[in-house]
């Protein structure tokens, strides 16, 4: 099977600005996890979505946000970019039933400048 | 909410020493516990991980011991080699409906050298 993948893998944006990430997780798996990952704060989750529901939500702004399609899918969007955003986004997806192994994507380096 | 501590933040072994890395939880519900390895510039790469009704899982020269009592778990690799040099995470979830939401340690830079 084809691993996760993220679009696009690097972006340049400026203060103010929104943005939109894309994650294809692997085939078969409904859940899609989004994290942010900077040298200060570590890894940190953003939100999980589950069936085209946000199923678990971590302690982001709400200028975070997200969304996932029928075909498990998902986007997050960032609204009003600030220098502070800029960071590593990793999505990761988890198959259904019994397994919670989590497979990250390579990421979406972003630089808010 | 769940907090997960990592210890130490670095490490440096010489090839062939042994490596532990240990990690503390607050959330006596937790009971999945992951841990990833990074190199630079890659993707986080699951490399183990223990359920909370096992104590201990081994996979070559890795393996994984649960205290669920004291709520740690460590990481601890045998025969290191200079591959092994990346940084380690490791992490726990509560599962059920929570399994998607991962709480993150700090990691440890480990340095394997020659």
């Known amino acids: 099977k084809a691993g996760v993948t993220q679009t696009p893998r690097y972006l340049i944006k400026t203060r103010g600005q929104q943005v939109t990430l894309s994650c294809s997780p692997i085939s078969g798996h409904r859940s899609v996890s989004w994290y942010q990952q900077t040298p200060g704060q570590g890894l940190q989750f953003l939100f999980e979505?589950?069936?085209?529901?946000?199923?678990n939500k971590g302690n982001f702004p709400g200028r975070f946000s997200g969304r996932q399609f029928s075909n498990s899918r998902s986007e997050m969007n960032v609204s009003t970019l600030e220098l502070g955003d800029s960071a590593l986004y990793l999505c990761?997806?988890?198959?259904?039933?019994?397994?919670?192994?989590?497979?990250f994507g390579p990421g979406t380096r972003l630089t808010v400048t | 909410g769940e907090n997960v501590e990592q210890h130490p933040s670095t490490l440096s072994v010489q090839e062939g020493d042994s490596a532990v890395i240990k990690c503390t939880y607050s959330d006596s519900a937790s009971n999945y516990f992951p841990w990833y390895k990074q190199e630079l510039g890659k993707r986080p790469q699951l490399i183990i991980d223990i359920r909370s009704n096992v104590g201990e899982k081994k996979d070559r020269r890795i393996a994984v011991t649960l205290n669920k009592t004291a709520k740690h778990f460590s990481l601890h690799i045998t025969e290191t080699q200079p591959e092994d040099s990346a940084v380690y995470f490791c992490?726990?979830?509560?599962?059920?409906?929570?399994?998607?939401?991962?709480?993150f340690g700090q990691g440890t830079i480990l340095t394997v050298h020659p």
């Open positions: 979505y589950f069936s085209e529901t946000q199923r």
């Open positions: 992490a726990a979830t509560a599962g059920g409906t929570s399994y998607g939401k991962l709480t």
């Open positions: 990761a997806s988890t198959g259904d039933g019994n397994s919670y192994e989590q497979y």
